[in-house]
């Protein structure tokens, strides 16, 4: 009979049943994965919440296959052709492809050419055929006309009992099974040009002849290919050789058929006609289905790895390092229309803007720095953040000049991303919140906050917006919001937020919230002034018990009278503190930092039935830095002076540069000059490494070398080995050059066979390294 769903799950883990099955209760009593993972490890036996967002999805998709089995068996049942060992199959089936092939005889369909030639009576003709090749086909087939039926003579006859034959091979489970994995192994994934289509497809020239084993086509190549196929430029099929040879006769797969049912070319009267039956079953049936199902899988699983490099990426930008509370100005960049000013306060606050035009065509650049200087005195502006976007580098030079015009101003200017600033200006958010604001100067407000505060500023901005995806607008939509909405939960999360100072958008990421409660806090707390206790929050409307317990520990009251109200220690667990506090008769303001006393205590003496030792040392680890921030540093890249084209670069130069975007082929560099470069995989470390995220992140600040410009095709090739030796210009490098970082076409496998990446024809002389 089948296992359960939890001993299933803890095999797939390899983790105890019942850290697996007291999870499963926790998920569907309504709990968050970062509530499980950080305040209920003593249930689930510390499982991390990557195990938990795995199981999570898991749990689904054995939930839905255990609903499409009792289906299943329902209907053959019904049938009345559920026997024994066809239950015990279906009850071993472990996928959902497995399960859909048992059921496929019995498969309610249309009337096929198969069932119209046994309701005339021809089944006995084609197990007779089958079960005896020395029977003469046409003359037996002379047994069985039926006129009335469509079948008035011996060839129609025949055709019938062969569809009944190719209906039966084609949906034996088993053999479609080993035929599947067979052609998943062997098979190849070849693209063509469609006629005509040079031009218009110039973007998929690497593909115009391409062919690689489709097991191991990397994702962002795969993507491509498709991508390619949907926009009509090419045509993509199925190999199942190695070479472009005729295929046989009896190719491999022809003969696994026959070896199944027991075929052979003995020189018997029926011999012909089954081998015949068995090639038409292959290529007319069984490989055309094959061939579209597993180009979906590779689909699927490209999509999987598109989905998980996003996340990586957007995980990583989400928790960069923030500028931290300090008053900064936010200029996005600009020629004819001018560059918009935005100063916010320490807190966030918007409390000036302007628009200034040092550039073509109306070059005021004295009256602007005038205009910034201004500015920057009256509200004692510490940093300047500068969009990336058209003007950004003359922009910077602006902002140079400021800080050397002004030094008394202690000003310093970061370049940051401006991805997503235009959406979020235009917004119904951004128009709540800047109902009379020009929508160019949202965006402003916008660059200025996200140097402050990162994940503050970019959880009001779609995932999708960010910039950082593989191929984003390609992979399953809904898998890739799913995934990229729980990146956003786990890391808004693991930072914690004010309660008293955060946005609705990021009160809605907490666990146990939605946009109504954050809502319902922000307006209680307009109404009410600031929130003085954890407790209060239980006053807020339809804020309940049991949402209370999902996100108080993931709130945060600063300069309350509770200590622990700014701590990640949860109101539940203050009894535990409470405990310590009477035992070393010390109270909690006297513990809170003082690393050397916590560290003398004994965890174990303070566990009790519900609070076990993980929490009790989580517990200790909080008071020893309450509120602790998870992020790193806050650093800045500095870009060269006069390096602001790609005309200015040359090969040789040494750079500095940030990480924009992480892909498996390698990672992409902001290095000034408008138009990202990329550090092949294999230029990343000296070492061999089969990830780039085990050298770098999105928000990395990298030292690289110039290797190969092309500015005819905007393409940059950098690498971070910085020993490396400058190649031949022409190739060119290869850059951003789609709707996100990583989307260009690929290249084809006979060009540049040591490059696995998307863009490898740029990196030829990088071959053999």
């Known amino acids: 009979m089948l296992k359960s769903i939890a001993s299933r799950l803890a095999a797939e883990l390899a983790v105890r049943e019942a850290q697996v099955a007291a999870t499963i209760e926790l998920i569907d009593g309504g709990a968050t994965v970062p509530f499980i993972a950080r305040y ?5 036996g510390g499982l991390d919440d990557t195990q938990l967002r795995t199981l999570a999805e898991r749990l689904v998709y054995l939930r839905e296959l255990d609903d499409r089995r009792e289906t299943i068996l329902k209907s053959i049942a019904e049938q009345g052709k559920l026997t024994p060992e066809l239950e015990s199959a279906l009850y071993a089936a472990d996928n959902k492809t497995t399960l859909e092939d048992l059921y496929l005889p019995y498969k309610p369909k249309r009337r096929t050419k198969a069932q119209i030639a046994r309701e005339a009576g021809l089944a006995p003709l084609a197990d007779t055929l089958l079960a005896d090749p020395q029977q003469e086909p046409t003359a037996l087939a002379e047994g069985f006309l039926n006129a009335e039926a469509g079948f008035a003579d011996a060839r129609t006859v025949l055709d019938g009992a062969r569809a009944i034959l190719i209906e039966r091979f084609a949906e034996d489970a088993e053999l479609l099974g080993h035929l599947r994995e067979r052609l998943w192994n062997e098979g190849e994934l070849a693209a063509t040009l469609v006629e005509g289509k040079e031009e218009a497809g110039a973007k998929f ?50 003969q696994a058929i026959a070896a199944r049912f027991g075929i052979a070319d003995a020189g018997r009267p029926a011999d012909k006609w089954l081998l015949d039956t068995v090639r038409l079953t292959w290529r007319a ?234 809502s319902n806090i922000v ?159 294999s230029a990343l470390s000296t070492k061999y490494i089969d990830d780039p995220r085990k050298v770098v992140k999105a928000g990395d600040v990298v030292k690289v070398k110039v290797l190969e410009v092309d500015v005819k095709r905007r393409r940059i090739a950098l690498t971070m080995r910085l020993d490396d030796e400058v190649g031949q210009s022409g190739r060119g490098g290869a850059a951003r050059g789609g709707e996100a970082r990583g989307t260009r076409a690929g290249t084809n496998r006979t060009q540049a066979p040591a490059a696995d990446t998307a863009m490898a024809a740029a990196f030829a002389k990088l071959r053999g390294k």
């Open 40 to 44: 209920r490890k003593e249930a689930t």
């Open 205 to 254: 020239s690497d593909y115009f002849n391409h062919r690689e084993p489709l097991r191991s086509t990397p994702s962002h190549r795969a993507l491509a290919l498709l991508r390619g196929r949907n926009e009509g430029v090419l045509n993509l099929a199925l190999k199942y050789q190695s070479d472009d040879t005729p295929i046989t006769e009896r190719s491999a797969y022809e």
């Open 285 to 518: 049936k069984i490989f055309l289905s094959l061939e579209l199902e597993l180009i979906a899988r590779i689909k699927e699983a490209a999509d999987a790895e598109a989905i998980k490099v996003f996340s990586a990426n957007l995980h990583d930008l989400l928790l960069a390092a923030p500028a931290g509370l300090r008053p900064t100005m936010g200029l996005d960049p600009g020629l004819r229309t001018g560059v918009k000013v935005a100063v916010v306060d320490a807190t966030g606050k918007l409390v000036d803007t302007a628009t200034i035009y040092p550039h073509e065509p109306r070059r005021e650049w004295d009256k602007s720095l005038a205009v910034l200087a201004a500015l920057a005195t009256r509200h004692k502006v510490e940093l300047i953040a500068i969009g990336n976007g058209t003007a950004s580098r003359e922009t910077d030079r602006l902002a140079a000049d400021l800080i050397k015009a002004f030094p008394q101003l202690g000003l310093t200017k970061i370049v940051v991303s401006e991805a997503g600033a235009s959406v979020y200006s235009a917004s119904e958010l951004a128009a709540r919140e800047f109902p009379e604001l020009d929508v160019s100067l949202r965006g402003a407000v916008s660059i200025a906050r996200r140097l402050q505060d990162p994940l503050a500023e970019l959880v009001k901005i779609d995932p999708k917006s960010i910039g950082v995806g593989q191929y984003q607008h390609d992979v399953n939509q809904s898998q890739l919001a799913r995934a990229l909405d729980a990146v956003v939960e786990d890391c808004v999360n693991a930072v914690g937020v004010d309660v008293n100072t955060a946005s609705v958008p990021l009160l809605a990421r907490i666990s146990g919230l939605n946009a109504t409660l954050a």
């Open 523 to 681: 307006s209680y707390r307009d109404q009410n002034g600031v929130f003085h206790t954890r407790q209060e929050l239980l006053k807020v409307p339809r804020l309940g018990e049991k949402t209370f317990e999902q996100a108080a520990g993931f709130l945060r009251i600063s300069n309350g009278p509770n200590p622990l109200d700014a701590s990640a220690v949860h109101p539940e667990a203050y009894p535990v503190i409470e405990k310590i506090v009477a035992r070393v008769g010390r109270d909690v303001k006297q513990l809170i930092g003082d690393s050397v006393f916590l560290k003398s205590l004994r965890p174990a003496d303070y566990t009790d039935e519900r609070f076990g030792l993980p929490t009790v040392m989580d517990i200790l680890r909080e008071l020893d830095k309450p509120g602790r921030d998870p992020r790193p540093e806050f650093k800045t890249a500095t870009f060269q002076e006069g390096v602001e084209d790609l005309a200015d670069l040359q090969p040789g130069m040494v750079l500095e540069g940030v990480v924009t975007n992480v892909a498996n082929f390698g990672a992409f560099v902001d290095i000034g000059v408008h138009q990202d470069g990329l550090v092949h995989i």
